[in-house]
């Protein structure tokens, strides 16, 4: 059909909405709504790279005419033109099928704010009750969108540009959610930031396909492979640029400090002042799989902490996260990143419990800046859950009564910000109500399936292994 003579005469532009064809998770053929972001000409045939609506911008991809139900082709909605003066009618109106399929629901998120009253809670074991007691707790459908209003005139760091979310640290956004990424981005105002750049990267033994748009210098994105130097992080744009680099680069490590070592794994702290070019260079590898931050390119207030991997031929890196040297809003996380063919095998929760171990040792409590990403989000959400039922269920009852815990007390073992306790409590809906007071649940589901999840947990932090000596950047006129 797509040959058919009148369906040739029509003309596919840039923000025609039409069904694509795709895989989905279960390698079944489905048909979801993509917009056109971009159209070229390649030999014999056009390729049009297209972006489904309301999936995450990292499945976008050029596709070629066949997989297209023009029959369903929608075009970009004009504006009414009024009539010449001489009588002559200007634009017809477009007709209910070729409009633009609205969004069918703007994304706003309502802030919800916990009062800042005493809280006490005590707590029993496995099958028992979290008693609570709070004079006010402001719940949304179980869940926090928000706990503290943002505070104005903040301007808010993201280093280089994680790990989804659909979190605001400043509060509801100013537009609606119209790329279809899961977080909204006020950085993609150019079509050229919301089309993938770079087609593949090679990183060591590894050939990433990037997620997302990075600004790679423009004589790098026409390249198939972009080669990188798994140790410095220098992009070249042949093999044989790559293999001249190794012989001259000494790096086996990331530079900087190693400050953890067990096992295979090893972390190191790289300062975004002393290595600037490493610390660009990681970055632009980051952005091409995170879209929610924007990349800037002073790394000076930012501290670099990246996981490896050892083995006979070097530290190969997992992964990282970023922090802010002195942060007002208590971030200890400020973008997080397992790279693709490491994640979903634990490195990701592994990253942020090394991050809240950095808090312990600074005597603090954290919290990663928001927006995170969809993985973000859920590896927090996981880790912070696991870490918090860890606690409860191993309160010890004392002379028969039920054990007490407080809030401050759980954010005090754990690091963890009072805010984000109080957030996955409402998460796991684990608050009721019960004879005038506020009491947590944990039923045997839950405790079920935190003893299963554990039980796959191999990865753990041991602080034994950890050598860091926090600094005191406020006494330090420059970083």
């Known amino acids: 059909w797509w040959n058919s003579p009148s369906l040739q005469l029509v003309e596919i532009v840039e923000g025609c909405r039409l069904p694509v064809l795709r895989k989905n998770q279960e390698n079944e053929d489905e048909w979801p709504l993509a917009e056109i972001l971009s159209v070229r000409d390649a030999p014999g045939r056009k390729l049009y790279y297209v972006h489904y609506v309301d999936f995450n911008k990292r499945l976008d991809e050029w596709v070629t005419p066949d997989r297209l139900d023009i029959k369903k082709l929608q075009f970009p909605k004009k504006e009414a033109k009024t009539p010449t003066k001489n009588g002559l009618p200007g634009s017809r109106p477009s007709s209910p099928d070729r409009d633009v399929v609205k969004e069918a629901m703007l994304y706003h998120f309502y802030p919800v704010y916990i009062q800042h009253l005493p809280v006490h809670y005590t707590a029993v074991g496995k099958n028992g009750l979290l008693c609570l007691c709070m004079f006010s707790l402001l719940c949304q459908n179980g869940t926090t969108r928000r706990i503290l209003p943002s505070q104005p005139g903040r301007k808010r760091k993201n280093c280089g540009t994680d790990e989804d979310s659909q979190d605001s640290s400043d509060g509801i956004p100013s537009a609606p959610r119209m790329t279809g990424s899961l ?17 593949c990267i090679e990183l060591g033994r590894h050939r990433l396909k990037p997620w997302y748009f990075s600004p790679y210098p423009q004589e790098l ?182 054990p007490q815990i407080t809030i401050n007390e759980i954010s005090e073992i754990t690091s963890v910000k009072k805010e984000d306790v109080i957030s996955t409590l409402q998460y796991l809906n684990l608050i009721n109500y019960y004879k005038g007071q506020y009491i947590l649940t944990l039923s045997e589901d839950i405790v079920e399936g935190h003893e299963r999840a554990m039980q796959k947990r191999h990865l753990r932090i041991d602080p034994k292994c950890l050598h860091f000596t926090p600094k005191d950047w406020s006494k330090r006129g420059k970083w």
């Not at 995170?290 to 000076?300: E, G, I, Q, R």
Request: proline residues 4%; contains cysteine.
């Open 221 to 402: 994105t026409s390249l198939p492979i972009l080669y990188l130097c798994e140790f410095c992080l220098k992009f070249l744009k042949s093999l044989k640029c790559l293999q001249r680099h190794l012989t001259k680069c000494n790096l086996r490590h990331p530079p900087g400090n190693e400050i953890y070592r067990k096992g295979t794994i090893s972390y190191f702290e790289i300062d975004g002042r002393k290595n600037k070019t490493y610390s660009q260079n990681l970055c632009l590898l980051a952005k091409c799989f995170l879209d929610h931050k924007t990349l800037y390119y002073d790394t000076d207030p930012f501290l670099f902490y990246v996981m490896t991997e050892y083995d006979s031929k070097g530290f190969h890196i997992v992964g990282y996260f970023s922090k802010e040297k002195e942060s007002t809003e208590d971030y200890n996380v400020a973008c997080i990143l397992t790279l693709p063919p490491y994640q979903r095998r634990g490195y990701g929760k592994l990253l942020i419990e090394f991050s809240y171990e950095l808090s312990k040792v600074e005597g603090k409590t954290g919290t990663p800046e928001k927006p995170l990403s969809d993985l973000g989000l859920l590896s927090y959400r996981s880790y912070w859950s696991q870490t918090i039922l860890e606690i409860l269920m191993d309160l010890k009852s004392d002379n028969g009564e039920r």
């Open 183 to 199: 977080v909204s981005d006020r950085s993609h105002d150019d079509i050229v930031t919301r089309m993938k750049n770079i087609d």
